[in-house]
């Protein structure tokens, strides 16, 4: 299996569109700038999907999990059969990410792309293994090349599916008992910076579990520091199969012309790794929700990123950035169907001095 | 008229629901507290609703608009014109928060308590004039006794309205030329804060007009300041219709047990009003957007309240609270709908050491 196709471009924004789209926005009966944020939203999806009236019905949540060799070294507050256990839990629809595909009428996919659980029986679960987990990282690399490659592509592979099914967005979700100690070393490597530094509680470490999991990342960090020299070896050597997924996820609906909403720390770690890998996919980015991880504020300055919301929430699954799906769609309609000044007769403001 | 329902007390929560309802969520198939602030949300919503399946399908916006005597004084970036315009914008559906209304399958009702225009011939809008537009509050009280009853009293019949159509949700809106200005003045007031501490661009005045409008509102508060012994008071001399309207609003959800969710800068004044009239109708109210005004951050240390979003917005209308909404929504299907540890049959992580 070749990573080749990481080379391709990605597709370009349709520039006359942005620039119509902001022009519609100086028409629209509001005073400008008066809607904040949304503005910025609408005219970037106007000019993804090339129209003035930008929707976001069908909506693809993709959910990878995998299992990690680190957690050995316990790094995390929850048992590493956990991952099986949600992956059985997405399936059934009883997941935070279940419920919330369900309420915003997205279809929710699930990807086993490398736990240790069979989910060959599990109903609706798409078995999509790189290994057994990785590879403890902090003795070994995580992953070997065609593993790396096989994650990558089953990212694509999500991808790809959900534009043969019409996707106008994809939300990328992640599970895997362990994932933040992977995504912490993944975005260390990435920014030189020291894990003291980026590591936080994940989803329920204490004060001490939190010192002894920067610990166990930067020794880690120093045993591959020459191997580290690009973003694929960095994610080979310390990542995590569904961060490599949501990596290749990321490239993949850039070069698709697929916007994507990004969830929180994990997500925007594999983001991070993408646009190191091909810097012109950051037009189809959006990000959903801030993360509480310390690392997450290096994250989004290395991204040049703001967050749509941040509600405390530090799941993953995708979770996040479901919450703050409603804002995108509700961004598209504002700008298709509200009326201009000139349709509804109303006097503009920025004509007139007080 | 009389304004001696204000006296009667808010519906008391479901305090044996409220406890059930965090025990619930301990029990969910997630780390604890990783759904961060929708947990706070669903267990207040099921301590409201007295179920543990709350529901918010049922919303009704209502936009209370009108005039202010005010803006004779050159505190608005836009003609009082547009206050009748924006009416007829709402009725036809072509203004923000008719657009919102619609895709968030809220019903929408546009009430004139008091502005300059003539809408008796506007289809669904609903008159209900406490006068046409304020006095000029920089010479005169903004209202008689007789008027601020009126207003009140507009916006308990709006929530009457909301209960008997089944509403589980209110959220009030408001549109009215330079009433920022007057919204300023209340909260100046009630904070005991000067206007220039408070007073922001509103909807879009520059530099030069922030500081003019400041003058404004602390010379009226000069001349008024002996009259302004109570929150009615101050309502009465300084405020507005719109403002009037919304914080009866807010008192009559919290007297019917129906839960709010208060918009941006300008109902956050009426709802500290509701709040220093009736303090147990805090319960009831959820915040749905920051504001930029510099006065938001003071308003919400005194209701002792975060905003659930900050996207920039300064719209008014109830936009901020509307785009605010999905997250509620989300918060009560979570509740209700996530499976147990028990029933997903995963090991809860609380219990375990790493």
Known sequence: ????????????????????????????TKPPGS???????????????????????????????????????????????????????????????????????ASLEVVDVGSKADCAAMPGVIVSKAGAGTANFRHQPAMRESQLAS???????????????????????????????????????????????????????????????????????ALHQPALTSPLQILRHVGGFEIAALCGAYVSSAQAGLPVLVDGFIASSAALLALRIRPDAADWLFFGHASAEPGYVHLMQALNARPLVNLDMRLGEGSGAAVALPILRLAAALHGQMATFAEAGVSAGSDLKP
């Open 1 to 28: 299996m070749s990573t080749k196709w990481l080379d391709l471009p990605a597709k370009p924004i349709d520039q006359a569109m942005l620039a119509a789209a902001w022009d519609r926005e100086s028409q629209l």
């Open 35 to 105: 809607l904040g944020c949304l503005e910025a939203i609408a005219v970037r999806l106007a000019a993804m999907q090339g129209t003035q009236q930008p929707g976001l019905e069908r909506v693809r949540i993709t959910v990878f999990a995998a299992d990690h060799g680190i957690a050995d070294e316990g790094v995390s507050a929850f048992p590493q059969a956990v991952t099986g256990q949600m992956i059985a839990n997405f399936a059934h629809g009883g997941a935070a990410i279940s419920v919330l595909a369900h309420q915003l009428g």
């Open 151 to 221: 994650a990558l592509q089953t990212g694509r592979d999500a991808v790809a599916r959900a534009v043969k099914d019409g996707a106008q967005l994809f939300i990328g979700g992640e599970m895997g008992i362990a994932n933040t100690s992977a995504a912490s070393a993944v975005a260390c490597a990435l920014l030189g910076v020291s894990a003291s530094a980026m590591v936080g509680p994940g989803t329920g470490l204490d004060q001490a579990g939190v010192a002894h999991k920067a610990k166990v990342i930067d020794e880690a960090l």
